[in-house]
Every structure is written in structure tokens, then in C-alpha cells.
């Protein structure tokens, strides 16, 4: 029997060094793109995908992420005293039903494999979601819904997967492939930011995953990898072969928000999508270029 996938976690414990002075005492999750902060952009792809449960992976200083999916009484009660209908509905998409999200600490900074592993008691036996928040997602059919509908299907592993030059293989977690239809491709390996010379192909992960709960298993081991850290890519390597393992070319465009480029490209993407903005910002921008 294939469990249903309602569960998902959210590593947010990174300290945003490539943000700095903005992230030295704000959250890098909750820079906007736009208006939304970045964690929200995941967590409502996540619940389009089925997701009721959530789990923050923290760290120190990250308190304003938890504050985000909490009630905020007085702000809520003089936005509806002001009859300011439109800011209240805003405030819909980080609203929660109590015992939804809950949060852990990693405490140390031991690398994505070890966040992971910290929310060990929130899996359970159950499937799960991970979705990093530096990686926003423009899609027809948010991404994390086309891993969960291909999870549904085939029963096991997948990991949203593109195309990437070789020059950057070093960033990403790489896959060794077998079949492939254009869409699902089979994972035979899998290798933590490669060289460029030793990638065994240029299909790389990003930042959506639905996993098994046999991974935290293998995350128990505690062993290092590339950086020395505790990596997810080498757990995950481990289930290949005994569970079904898949690499999803997923339709959509990807912005890596953790870099400062792809966090501004970001900002036009999202904001030429909108009505309410976008003939004023494609007019401005024609001064620009
Ligand atoms: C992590 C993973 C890597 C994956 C990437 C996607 O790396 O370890 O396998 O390809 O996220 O964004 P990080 O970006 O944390 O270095």
C-alpha cells in the first residue's frame, strides 16, 4: 500500500552569510519576494500538494519563521476594527490550524542530512516532503504537487531534478541515471556536488524532495560526506536499489533565492505575474535596459 504524503519539512536553519548585513538579525526565509516571504512560497506550495503537517528545522535566531504561522491577535483586530479587508486577507496563506506546524532546533550546524535527521520523531513512519526555501518555484502546477502526484505512482522516492551546465555540477546534489522518458528518469546513483569531471551526468537536484522514512535510518549512521557534512544526497544514495528512486523533470521555472541574482530575477518574475503591478514595472524596467 503506497501511504498518502501529508507530511513535510522545511530546513530553515541556515545562517544566510550571502545575505549579510540584511539576514544578521532577520531570518533569510523571510525576505520577500515581492510581499511573501520565501517560507511562505513553500509552505503554500506544500499544502496545494496535500500537505497538512509541517515541520521548521530552526536554529538560533529564527524565531520570527515560528511568530510567521502564528495568530497575531492585536495586528489582526485593528486591520478588522479598520475594516481593511484586503491586508486581513493577505494574512490568510500564514494562517494555521493549532498542532498543523510545530518546529525542532538542530542546534548544531552539521549539514541538510542532519537537519533532516532532527525531525526524526515528526516522520515517523511516514512519507515525507522537504522543501528548501531558497528554491521558488513558477509553475503551472506548483512543483511539490507533480513530485507527490509521481511519489502516488510509483511508490517511492522522487526529487525534483533539471538540467544543469556542467560548469556548476559542484552545487548540486547529482544523479546517475538508468531509464528515462523525457519526464521520470530511474536514479542509479546519486553524488554530492561533483566536479564537473567526475558528475556523472548534469541532472541535478533542487530543493523538492518526497522521501521515504527509511532515509532517517540511514541519516542515524552520522556519516560525513562532501564539506564534511552530514549529507542528505549520501543517505538517500543508500535506498537505491531496495525502493524505487525517481528524478522528476518538473514544468516550472526555478529561482535560487539563496543567491543574490537569482533572489532579484525572482522579485521581476513574480512581479510581472501580478495584475495589480506588472504594466508598471515592465514600464520601468524599460528605462533600465
Ligand atoms: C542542497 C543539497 C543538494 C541540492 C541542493 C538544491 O545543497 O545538498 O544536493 O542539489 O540543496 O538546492 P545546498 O544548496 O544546501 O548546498
Not at 37 to 42: E, F, M, N, V
Not at 71 to 92: C, G, H, Q, W, Y
Request: proline share 6%; glycine share 10%; hydrophobic share 45%.
Amino acid at each position: 500500500m503506497i501511504k498518502p504524503l501529508r507530511k513535510a519539512v522545511l530546513p530553515v536553519a541556515g545562517l544566510g552569510t550571502r545575505f549579510l548585513p540584511a539576514t544578521k538579525a532577520l531570518a533569510k526565509e523571510m525576505l520577500p519576494v515581492v510581499d511573501k516571504p520565501l517560507i511562505q512560497y513553500a509552505v503554500e506550495e506544500a499544502r496545494a500538494a496535500g500537505i497538512e503537517q509541517f515541520c521548521l528545522i530552526t536554529g538560533r535566531g529564527k524565531t520570527a519563521l515560528v511568530e510567521h504561522f502564528d495568530i497575531a491577535f492585536e495586528l489582526e483586530a485593528t486591520l478588522r476594527e479598520r475594516d481593511k479587508t484586503e491586508a486581513l486577507a493577505s494574512l490568510e496563506g500564514c494562517s494555521m490550524q493549532p498542532g498543523t506546524i510545530m518546529s525542532v532546533r538542530q542546534q548544531v550546524p552539521l549539514g541538510l542530512g542532519h537537519a533532516i535527521w532532527c525531525a526524526r520523531a515528526f516522520i515517523g513512519d511516514d512519507p515525507f516532503a522537504i522543501l528548501l526555501p531558497d528554491d521558488v518555484i513558477l509553475s503551472e502546477t506548483p512543483c511539490l504537487k507533480q513530485l507527490a502526484d509521481a511519489y502516488h505512482a510509483t511508490g517511492g522516492n522522487v526529487v525534483a531534478v533539471v538540467d544543469v551546465p556542467r560548469a556548476h555540477t559542484g552545487r548540486y546534489g547529482i544523479l546517475k541515471t538508468g531509464a528515462d522518458d523525457g519526464k521520470l528518469v530511474e536514479v542509479t546513483g546519486l553524488v554530492e556536488k561533483p566536479k564537473p569531471e567526475a558528475a556523472p551526468s548534469t541532472l541535478s537536484i533542487i530543493g523538492r524532495y518526497v522521501l521515504l522514512p527509511e532515509v532517517i535510518g540511514h541519516l542515524s549512521r552520522f556519516e560525513r560526506g562532501a564539506g564534511g557534512e552530514i549529507q542528505l544526497t549520501d543517505a538517500m544514495a543508500r535506498m537505491i536499489g531496495s525502493k524505487p528512486f525517481h528524478g522528476l523533470r518538473y514544468e516550472g521555472r526555478r529561482f535560487d533565492c539563496g543567491d543574490k541574482v537569482g533572489f532579484l530575477e525572482a522579485q521581476i518574475a513574480f512581479a510581472l505575474k501580478r495584475p495589480d503591478m506588472a504594466g508598471q514595472v515592465k514600464s520601468f524596467l524599460k528605462q533600465y535596459v
